[in-house]
């Protein structure tokens, strides 16, 4: 299957200059900052506009830091069902009514709710950095991520070629 | 500043215990498979609930899987809009169409579209790859993710303590 997959590609890619499938650089998109000057820019890489003055490193690690949040609360909440059955339902409650999308916001507002939620939202920002440093599988992410972008490609070229060798041998 | 939030989290952790501040796993929620045997599984770890049967990991590589065709397509954008304006049309007005999301069901999408627009699916997802495989940095993505964890836990007991001090120095 793969076989055909790489043909159809080879065939196809004619309209657009096909980028080079080995793993060296593109050459026809040179970083925007090089200099005659040798630097220690890593001036191989792909230009990725529209970051501003972030990088994409830290746009997913602050989509991973709210994600860990969303970790953090699952676990505490897991915990206190079995041994705190009152402290886990305002956990809920609380959860009912603030969104976990902005893990910050999130803690921030249980802190200011009383008391009892202040000390929830401290065991909860403790458990997230617990999780993030010790628990989370890093090398697990990458290989996973790897993992999938092959897969992925791979599926959706073999999924178009038998769609389309269907509909030529109906003809 | 530090020093005042740490002494307000020890005098603030009386209502649920405080979970332990060494980088050791929490003693009191033993991993839910444990058995007699010594096993290879990692039961030291937080048990982490609502995840079926994927895992965190898989589910931020998914996550991360999507940025990836995300800044794919920000990179061929960049690159199109210089040498080959009218690809870059194309793909501006099949994005005002359908949502980066999903990043696969994007590509199938846009493989069916046209066959110009198939040659920009198959080299926006050759990007992907490449970007996953050799310009992302992973390790940065995880030093920033623990830089963000321990900058916000402080910053939120700092703003949360500053707020108090200041509520009880007006009584």
Chains 1, 2 share one sequence.
Not at 45 to 51: A, C, E, L, R
Not at 71 to 96: C, W
Not at 131 to 152: G, H, I
Request: aromatic residues 12%; positive net charge.
């Amino acid at each position: 299957m793969e076989s055909s997959a790489t043909l159809s590609l080879s065939q196809l890619a004619y309209v657009y200059p096909a980028t080079p499938r080995s793993n060296k650089a593109y050459p026809f998109w040179p970083c925007k900052r090089r200099s005659s000057q040798p630097t220690r820019l890593h001036c191989n890489k792909m230009y990725v506009p529209g970051f501003g003055e972030a990088s994409p490193e830290a746009k997913a690690a602050k989509n991973l830091h709210n994600f860990f949040t969303y970790v953090a609360v699952k676990i505490v909440a897991a915990q206190l069902e079995s041994y705190n059955p009152e402290a886990y339902e305002e956990l809920i409650e609380f959860l009912g009514r603030h969104s976990l999308n902005d893990g910050d916001k999130f803690c921030a507002s249980m802190f200011r709710e009383s008391s009892r939620h202040k000390n929830l939202a401290l065991r909860i920002m403790e458990v997230r950095s617990a999780y993030c440093k010790n628990d989370f599988e890093w090398d697990n992410l990458k290989r996973l991520a790897f993992k999938m972008v092959t897969e992925s490609n791979t599926r959706l070229m073999t999924e178009y070629v038998l769609e389309t060798s269907h509909v030529e041998s109906e003809k």
